[in-house]
């Protein structure tokens, strides 16, 4: 493939794939949370902007490629809030999202699980999860400090709830010891959807209450719309609920054959390392994969939206960035 077709024409702010399908905001995220992002180094992505910065200001240098504009771009957005335009915390990127988060979800699944170690990791994964939600949102209005605690504090009860919860119900339940081992590895799943789904709504109930900006067309700044700020935490939540699916789900699966195989049965030792290798492979693959069910800078029809706001643009269509 050539780089004529692998990378087509630049356009500032625009995605290099398709967003109105899904392969291609898979091919788009598959982009923002490439590792190798967070090796970037400070000079290179000053480079990175400044090149942006001399294309829409119809500076650029002479013999700069569409590629490069495109790795620019990449750089960037992966890098720099598109709201704020300030850096992301590394460990709260999108692209740090599966070395960061792959020990939580071994540490989630590990067998025998007390209620300290259940505890302790439920508290850590939603502590990743604020975190990274407050991070990545949209960020056009500004949010209270206390805000994020409320939230933080509302999901991490609810996932501690819901794990201890569950795990005390089935400890009551007369199973087998080996199907109760069995069941106790999907317990997390439950929780932390639950979780997943306070975590966005306590996170960013602010944007409910003022709303969050919509543009028009050209970019421009419409107004703030409650409206848009409901579908975009609904389509949020539905991302939160899928994400932990594979990950928590399938390691579980794999793992209670891959268990019985000889070579695990004679070193178990092996065991954790082959856990957290099967962990890794689903969470990178379930991240892009939830991701990509919406667009990050989302589509609403003018007629949904409020009145006041709806009167303030001719277009049929504006766009509100939901957050990641």
């Not at 302790?120 to 994020?148: D, E, G, I, M, R």
Request: proline share 7%; glycine share 4%.
């Amino acid at each position: 493939m050539t780089d004529d077709v692998a990378y087509p024409p630049f356009k500032l702010g625009k995605a290099r794939y398709d967003q109105t399908t899904f392969s291609g905001r898979l091919r788009h995220y598959m982009d923002i949370i490439d590792p190798r992002t967070l090796f970037v180094t400070e000079s290179r992505l000053k480079e990175s902007r400044k090149l942006l910065d001399d294309f829409k200001h119809g500076s650029l240098p002479p013999g700069v490629s569409d590629k490069q504009l495109w790795e620019a771009q990449k750089i960037k957005q992966a890098i720099i809030h598109p709201d704020t335009q300030e850096k992301i915390f590394m460990p709260f990127r999108m692209s740090g999202y599966v070395p960061f988060g792959t020990p939580i979800v071994v540490g989630l699944l590990l067998p025998s699980q007390t209620l300290a170690s259940t505890v302790f990791w439920q508290w850590l994964n939603q502590s990743h999860n604020a975190c990274v939600n407050y991070a990545n949102k949209n960020a056009t209005k500004p949010t209270p400090v206390s805000k994020f605690f409320q939230g933080y504090l509302g999901a991490v009860t609810s996932a501690v709830s819901i794990a201890v919860g569950l795990n005390l119900l089935i400890q009551k339940a007369k199973f087998s010891p080996a199907t109760l081992g069995l069941i106790q590895r999907f317990v997390p799943f439950p929780a932390v959807a639950s979780a997943n789904i306070c975590n966005v709504v306590l996170m960013r109930h602010s944007e409910l209450m003022e709303g969050i900006s919509v543009l028009d067309s050209s970019g421009n700044v419409v107004g703030s719309s409650r409206v848009a700020a409901k579908h975009a935490l609904m389509e949020t939540a539905v991302t939160r609920v899928v994400l932990p699916m594979p990950i928590l789900v399938l390691p579980p699966i794999i793992m209670s054959f891959l268990e019985k195989l000889p070579l695990l049965q004679s070193r178990r030792r092996l065991v954790l390392p082959v856990h957290s290798l099967v962990c890794l492979a689903t969470f990178g693959l379930a991240l892009p994969l939830a991701i990509s069910l919406f667009p990050q800078m989302s589509e609403i029809e003018v007629s949904e939206l409020e009145p006041e706001i709806a009167a303030l643009t001719n277009d049929k269509t504006v766009i509100y960035n939901k957050g990641l």
